[in-house]
Structures are given as C-alpha cells and as structure tokens.
C-alpha cells in the first residue's frame, strides 16, 4: 500500500492565523482526499482534491477556509485559515486504492 | 446524508476474550472496510469486503458483509493487549475502485485488560 507522509504531524496555532499542512505520497495517486477528526470522534470528509483541478468540497466546508493544492500527482496541501479554537482536530490524508484507502498519520492542530 | 452507527461506543474487556461489534446504515453501500486507530496515527485498514454475505478472516480478526447491505460485523478472537484501540467501519457506495468517497461510522473504542 501507499506510504503517505504528513508534516507537521502537530501544532499549536494562534487564533486568527493561519496553518498548511502538506502530504507527499511515494507513488503517483489520482485523488487524494482530506479529512477532519475532531476530539473523540470519527472522521469526516472536508474535500477532494484532483491534480489539475480545483478541490470538490463536501457540505460544510469552504474553499476560502481549507484551501486545498494538487500541484502533481504526489503531493497536496490543506491549509486551514483564520484559525479558531473550534478548529482544533486531528487532519489526516488519505489516498484511494483499489482495496481500500490508506491514511497519512495526521497532523494534530490545537489552536489556542 | 448517510450515517453509519456502530455499536457498542466503547467495550472493556479482558485478555483472551472475544470481540464482537457492528456498524449499521440507513442505505446499502456496496464496499465495507474496517480500520483500527491507535493513538496518534491515522486509520489502518484491516479488512475489506466487497459482497454481500461474505466472509472474510484476517488472523483473529473476521468481519461479515451484512446480506441486507447495510450492515458489517467485526469479531476479535482471543484479544490481547495491543488490539486496543478505536474501530471504525467505512462504507463505499460502489465497489472497491477509486473515485468513491468513504462513509465512516461512529467508532468502538477497544480497552483490553489483563
């Protein structure tokens, strides 16, 4: 399967500022997708993210809070804007494979 | 939107017992995965199924693709100290392949004691 790498893998941020998170993958992916984690619960989908294209966001989620980039078919980043502290999750990628998806190991966000 | 729920939400168990927990829908999905989460680290699938009523082993671990397709169960045989964890089940509305978004369900968080 896939090894995906995350970094940072933690951070504490100040409101009002802002964090990009990035992902490589060491094989070429089509899609690759994002997703949120927030305390003690499951995850959700923030969007998808093409090479080439613009992300496709799920419901309750907006491009000009996670801007999403896809410069190749290796690597994106979330970036996650004007912080606040309801924003404080763990943010994970993931990658598609025909037997299933593999995830990055997160990126553990606290914002204070 | 769709729901997965699981159940239990957490099980405290002793070492060399079994596991049993499940993940229902309100609609069929076509794929059923199951991943473990420790702490700190990203989901780890542990098994995929692709038909309904099927059946499929990966060690002590065996999960079932519910005939109605809207559920899935996972069993732990003989448990040991490393099986903690949190469990999530994912739903696929088409099978296998790419370009499908995943539904995860709600999580069963796994405490095993000596």
């Known amino acids: 399967s896939a090894v995906i790498s995350q970094k940072p893998s933690r951070d504490i941020c100040q409101r009002g500022t802002s964090l990009t998170i990035q992902c490589q993958v060491d094989s070429q992916v089509t899609m690759m997708f994002w997703y949120r984690q927030q305390p003690g619960q499951s995850l959700t989908l923030i969007a998808t993210a093409n090479q080439g294209s613009e992300a496709t966001y799920e419901s309750g989620f907006v491009i000009d809070k996670f801007p999403i980039s896809r410069p190749n078919l290796t690597f994106s980043t979330l970036t996650v804007s004007n912080m606040s502290p309801e924003d404080s999750s763990i943010y994970l990628c993931?990658?598609?494979?025909?037997?299933?998806?593999?995830f990055g190991s997160g990126t553990r966000l606290t914002v204070v | 939107g769709q729901q997965l729920n699981q159940s239990p939400q957490s099980m405290f168990i002793q070492e060399g017992e079994d596991v049993s927990m499940n993940c229902t829908s309100s609609s069929i999905f076509n794929t059923w995965l199951w991943y473990k989460q420790e702490p700190g680290e990203g989901p780890v699938l542990l098994i995929a199924?692709?038909?309904?009523?099927e059946l499929t082993s990966n060690g002590r671990l065996t999960a079932q693709f519910g005939i109605t397709r809207k559920d899935s169960f996972l069993n732990i045989s003989a448990s040991i100290p490393s099986d903690v964890g949190i469990y999530f089940c994912a739903g696929q509305p088409q099978v296998g392949g790419t370009a499908s978004k995943l539904t995860f369900g709600t999580g069963t968080r796994l405490q095993v004691t000596l």
């Open positions: 993931s990658v598609d494979r025909v037997n299933g998806y593999t």
């Open positions: 199924l692709y038909k309904a009523g």
